[in-house]
């Protein structure tokens, strides 16, 4: 949520920033609405330090003989006044909140306007994998090693899912593994949190109330299955206050991730690209203010490390301000390259919230000098989503005769599997 105090004493700014998100808000009605607010609060809290004072009479003038009655009546007459402020107080703020939790994170002053079309590659690693033979998409290859059978995945579920069978389920869960071991060795604290999250939770992590619909509800009970895993791991410390000598807490999650929107018929969005069910490992962290860019620039490199250590060719890319998530005021993605696709896609995104998700949330921590409690910065990042890593390492490491030359970090937690090979027909 943003910061109402900017929003009123700042609007121009405000309005600009949110400009880049391609959001046009006018804020004239609402900061009447928080001017009338504030009188209202001076009003009824002038009327309840009158009604203390009258009270606080009626013993004296009972003592002096005289008439408490018209005490007593006029406190009445001074309570009714104050239960009409009262309501129009909370209607105020209820209409003030409404508005204000719909509107999206301002973007970092450094990103471009726009969308997609103005993200900036900021880096890339490796090259592109060459063949001298006519290369295979990640689908018939998965099929041919026996890796992935999408037509029993459709019949007992749906199109947009898949069973990982044999060597294709523990290819699945050699790479969560690496991940799993990386993050340990670099002092993440690990969590199994559990997929069914109630409403709180999505409001906290700013998927709500915008993106209600985008999740899958159970049907008569205030609970949703998990988008990811930053949903849960954002509202560890919801309505917490941390000491700052607790920062930065840095955590991370295994979780299958639940979404509305599958992918379509499309050759591009065919096999594990896009799917209603898919496995990711993702990072948070809780920084100060001070500590966020720090650990923003450290999820990044972890993302793009992970990606390395497999050998695959990938770039980094810097979002314009419109490709930013809802929540988000900074995202780096890293993009994998899926030959058959001729295009990069996403396995990490890296984002800043700033305090947009600790100030819906109440997520704080008291500063060590000062004493005053702060929001917290939080950030996630994938590290890393599988169902795109998985297709890359097929296509990239594909040889001539269908057989796919696993990386070599992946080796040990294989059993000792170097090359899959094409099932015998």
């Known amino acids: 949520m943003l910061d109402l ?14 400009k880049k998100k391609g959001w046009d808000v006018d804020f004239t009605e609402t900061i009447e609405k928080m001017d009338k607010r504030l009188e209202l609060i001076q009003k009824v809290e002038s009327v309840k330090a009158e009604i203390n004072k009258l009270s606080a009479s009626v013993p004296v003038v009972k003592k ?92 007992i579920s749906g199109r947009g899912t898949w069973i990982y069978t044999g060597l294709g389920a523990q290819l699945e869960w050699a790479l969560l593994n690496y991940f799993i071991s990386t993050h340990l060795k670099d002092g993440y604290t690990m969590i199994l949190p559990p997929h069914l ?69 499309r050759t591009e969005e065919r096999g594990m690209i896009r799917g209603y069910q898919f496995d990711k490992v993702e990072m948070v962290q809780y920084t100060t203010e001070e500590g966020s860019d720090a650990a923003f620039e450290e999820l990044v490199n972890k993302a793009a490390g992970l990606v390395e250590g497999l050998g695959l060719h990938f770039q980094i890319s810097k979002l314009s301000a419109g490709d930013c998530s809802h929540s988000m005021a900074r995202t780096y993605d890293v993009e994998i390259w899926i030959p058959s696709m001729g295009i990069y896609k996403e ?39 599988t169902s795109r890593l998985f297709p890359a390492i097929l296509e990239q490491c594909q040889q001539k005769d269908g057989s796919v030359v696993l990386p070599d970090v992946l080796v040990p937690l294989m059993g000792g599997v170097k090359v899959l090979y094409p099932k015998k027909k």
């Not at 105090?5 to 949110?18: D, G, H, M, Q």
């Not at 007459?77 to 909370?90: F, R, S």
């Not at 995104?349 to 704080?364: C, V």
Request: proline content about 5%.
């Open 64 to 155: 002096e003989g005289g008439n408490v009655q018209e005490i007593f009546a006029k406190v009445k007459d001074l309570k009714a006044q104050n239960v009409e402020n009262e309501e129009t107080l909370a209607t105020l703020e209820r209409e003030i909140k409404e508005f204000v939790e719909t509107l999206p994170n301002l973007p970092d002053e450094d990103l471009l306007p726009g969308e997609k079309e103005n993200n900036k590659v900021i880096k890339t690693v490796g090259k592109k994998p060459e063949f001298d033979f006519t290369p295979k998409d990640h689908v018939e290859l998965a099929e041919s090693l026996g890796l992935i059978d999408y037509e029993r995945g459709a019949k």
């Open 347 to 385: 396995v990490s995104s890296a984002s800043n919230a700033r305090d947009y998700q600790a100030r819906r949330g109440m997520i704080r921590y008291r500063d060590a000098q000062t004493g005053k409690v702060k929001y917290c910065h939080t950030l996630n990042a994938s590290g890393l989503a």
């Open 5 to 18: 105090n900017l929003i009123k004493t700042n609007p121009e700014f405000v309005s600009a920033a949110l």
């Open 197 to 265: 999250l109630n409403e709180e939770s999505g409001y906290t992590a700013g998927q709500f109330p915008k993106f209600k619909e985008d999740v899958f509800w159970l049907e008569g009970q205030d609970k949703f299955m998990l988008p990811t895993a930053e949903t849960a791991l954002v509202n560890l410390h919801r309505k917490e206050i941390l000491n700052e000598d607790e920062l930065p807490k840095k955590y991370f999650a295994y979780t299958p991730c639940y979404r509305c929107e599958a992918g379509s018929y």
